[in-house]
């Protein structure tokens, strides 16, 4: 699911969808580029219909099912803060493959007709063997309908077919449920992953304009450098002696009138075939003062003194500048800017990648790369026109890295994920098929695989009062062969996902240290823990301006887990956490049943114990006054940290301190970026994210590991800018007082007054990093 909670909006008011709408009618008014203005308007449209059935009461945003009509299960199209425009994704008109099916297999042209017939005999050979054959996409979850039907009917299961399709039915006229032809079956996800297929890269090859600097520069070195060269050279002619200051000094003769008007037919030629570089036009520059003062003298008008100035200062300049022409010095310079201009562009370059594209299976990614962006051949000379030998530019080879195919921990090694969000993207392929792995049956595997993979990028709802967002196993079509799941729990399937859930902790924690694990990444955690049974909450990052005061008793859950790990570690004193207390406060609410009010589950000790951490009162409700609340659930919780080490069993190399070490750079490097920010609030937040995981790993190391790291802070912030030593002063002088056996006070400042205090990223007041 493609969401982020810091994007979501403060209420479902319809002022946030006016005001998009508003921004979307701006762009779509003003902005130069006519592919983002064309972007802007269809915009623009989706949020008329989101105001429109707000209006109308078609539409409940914050609710898990928001269109009248539609069951939490149809798939949304979904617009920017989680709002929904009232059109179901698998809605819309006909696309042409069923288009085509539909005239192939001799019925309507209608969704309905084609549902009808896909459960006829001949409709059911038909999706047998596509399921057998493996040929078809998923792109999104209801395609996936017909082929679960067909699998139930072939297995015998004709009682739940029914049922599926008794659900089905209402929505046939309108909805997609046939599955998208393909080539050739997907690739196995659990071998290899990629960032994007080669149609993607294609596209984005396709995508990139020549530019226009860089071929500016080009035509200058090639054709208007050359070109002035020769109106010297003419100049020259008529000075006395070489004295190149001195032109006109020599009367021009009609052989020289002659070449001149010459030189000036051809000038006019050149200025209408090249016409990106502007400067000769300029009667400022050079070229423009020889070529201006030619046009006058073959015309039979003398120059007058300011002219003839003008001239004399441009021919002395010029020579000065780069040598007469003919020089050694002004030869050596020419060379060198045509070696340049002969270079190809990055656009030529990217065309010839284009070619060994073109040839690949397009819905897949690469095995390897190399081959795509090696130096131009002879033939690839011969067909294109670009120079043999010629190499493909890191920002071309970039592109098409992100289209490899190979095991994650190779992807985040080889810098194809580069952030935590990026690996957030790919992980669902892979847990595509760990799930997956529980059926039997191998055609049924390989449907699960793609509907998984497709329902990942349904994007997420906006939703209130601890709403949960749809899950895989709520659609009809999987609930339907949920009986043909084996049970996983301490079978190779779940040593399998627990396999997998380690390997994607460790990953996550070991290549991005000091970053918050986001939501998506999250959710996926969560879908492993589930599978393998291990009672190991994942708790997502709530958005403040949307925050209700509430928290799922999962958050408890997490900070006991916490508490098992960390009771009586650094972590526990320099946070001021009373572990034992969250302990009993999660005994007592088990024990009386976590309070059910007419919506979902709530832990109201957890809620209340976060509000009093963070000094917030029930009157004081801000965005900042919820981020305190919320931060200090990520304090207590460790924000999944906890989870992984102490139920996943994660172990990341090269070992606890070395992460510390890492995260406590990334604090130094957001620390720098506030001097001089105009809006610093969001990159202190990050900054105190990353000090807390740093406290988390440090808190794991032995007491002899803890203060050797401790003594190595302050060289860490000398290789970074001054100031950042000046603003993390009072944090570092915090963790010493904690290191040393010291307090804060409840405020979190040192009880004898000097400088020292906790970090924390939120404040509603002036935070004092600032």
């Known amino acids: 699911m493609n969401d982020n909670a810091e994007q979501q909006p403060l209420t479902a008011a319809p002022s946030y969808a006016a005001a998009q709408l508003a921004k979307a009618f701006t762009t779509a008014l003003i902005h130069q580029d006519a592919d983002t203005r064309h972007r802007a308007e269809r915009r623009g449209q989706r949020w008329r219909a989101v105001l429109a059935g707000m209006a109308a009461g078609r539409l409940t945003i914050g609710s898990r099912t ?225 070529r201006g003062a030619l046009e006058e003298t073959v015309a039979g008008r003398p120059l007058d003194a300011r002219r ?66 090696g130096a131009v051949t002879e033939e690839e000379s011969r067909e294109t026109g670009v120079p043999t030998g010629a190499a493909v530019p890191p920002a071309i080879r970039q592109v098409v890295e992100a289209a490899l195919s190979a095991p994650i921990g190779t992807l985040v090694e080889r810098g194809v994920v580069p952030s935590a969000e990026v690996l957030a993207e790919l992980v669902p392929q892979l847990v595509a098929a760990t799930t997956a792995q529980a059926y039997g049956d191998e055609a049924l595997r390989t449907l699960m695989t793609a509907n998984y993979r497709a329902f990942r990028n349904r994007r997420s709802l906006l939703l209130l009062n601890l709403e949960r967002q749809v899950r895989v196993e709520e659609l009809p079509w999987v609930r339907a062969v949920s009986g043909q799941r084996a049970a996983v729990t301490g079978k190779p399937d779940g040593d399998g996902a627990l396999d997998v859930l380690r390997q994607l902790g460790e990953l996550a924690v070991q290549a991005f240290p000091g970053t918050l694990l986001p939501n998506p990444l999250v959710r996926e955690l969560g879908v492993l823990a589930r599978q393998c049974d291990l009672g190991a909450p994942f708790v997502e990052e709530l958005a403040a301006d949307i925050f209700m005061g509430t928290f799922g008793p999962k958050f408890l859950t997490a900070a006991r887990i916490a508490g098992e790990l960390l009771r009586g570690t650094l972590y526990e004193r320099y946070y001021g956490i009373d572990y034992g207390a969250i302990r009993n406060l999660a005994i007592t609410e088990t024990g009386t049943a976590l309070t059910r009010s007419v919506g979902p589950r709530t832990s109201p000790g957890f809620a209340r114990l976060c509000t009093e951490r963070a000094g917030a009162t029930s009157d004081s409700w801000s965005v900042a006054a919820n981020g305190k609340v919320i931060e200090q659930a990520q304090i207590l919780t460790t924000h999944n940290l906890a989870t992984l080490v102490h139920r996943v069993g994660i172990a990341p190399q090269p070992g ?47 007491p002899d590991e803890q203060r050797r790291f401790l003594t190595t802070l302050h060289e860490e912030t000398a290789r970074h800018p001054s100031h950042v030593t000046t603003r993390l002063a009072p944090a570092l002088a915090g963790l010493a007082l904690i290191a040393e056996g010291g307090t804060f006070r409840t405020d979190g400042t040192a009880a004898d007054g000097d400088e020292a205090c906790r970090f924390l990223g939120w404040s509603t007041g002036r935070h004092w990093m600032r």
Request: glycine residues 8%; charged residues 20%.
């Open 308 to 373: 003839l100035g003008l001239l004399r200062h441009a021919v002395a300049s010029m020579v000065r500048r780069r040598g007469l022409p003919g020089s050694g010095p002004h030869k050596a310079l020419r060379r060198r800017q045509a070696g340049q201009a002969a270079l190809p562009s990055h656009h030529a370059l990217a065309q010839v990648v284009l070619r060994r594209l073109a040839v690949l299976p397009q819905e897949t990614g690469v095995p390897e790369v190399a081959p795509l962006v």
């Open 656 to 702: 606890w301190a070395d992460l510390a070490h890492r995260c406590f750079v990334t604090v130094c490097r957001l620390t720098a970026r506030v001097e001089g920010n105009r809006r610093p609030l969001p990159t202190i937040k990050d900054a105190a994210y990353a000090w807390r995981q740093m406290l988390f790993h440090l808190s794991l190391c032995p």
């Open 66 to 290: 928001p269109v009248a009509g539609l069951p939490a299960w149809v798939t949304p199209e979904v617009v920017r803060g989680g709002f929904v425009t009232g059109t179901a994704s698998a809605g819309g008109p006909l696309q042409p493959y069923e288009i085509e099916a539909a005239r192939s297999l001799g019925v309507p042209v209608e969704r309905a007709a084609l549902f009808a017939h896909c459960l006829t005999e001949p409709g059911l050979d038909r999706l047998w063997a596509l399921l057998d054959s493996g040929h078809y996409e998923i792109g999104i979850p209801e395609e996936a309908a017909l082929l679960t039907v067909a699998w139930l009917v072939r297995h015998g299961a004709t009682g739940a077919a029914l049922d599926l399709v008794a659900e089905l039915e209402p929505f046939a006229d309108r909805l997609r449920f046939l599955p998208r032809p393909a080539d050739g079956p997907m690739p196995d996800p659990a071998a290899a992953v990629h960032r994007n297929t080669v149609s993607d890269t294609v596209d984005t090859l396709v995508r990139r304009r020549p530019n226009a600097a860089v071929e500016t520069q080009r035509e200058a070195l090639a054709v208007w450098q050359p070109f002035g060269d020769e109106l010297l050279i003419h100049w020259l002619e008529t000075a006395r002696d070489g004295r190149d200051g001195r032109v006109l000094e020599v009367a021009p003769d009609a052989g020289w009138q002659e070449r001149g008007a010459a030189l000036l037919d051809r000038y006019r030629t050149l200025a209408a075939e090249h016409t990106l570089c502007t400067k000769h036009r300029s009667p400022k520059e050079n070229l423009g003062i020889l």
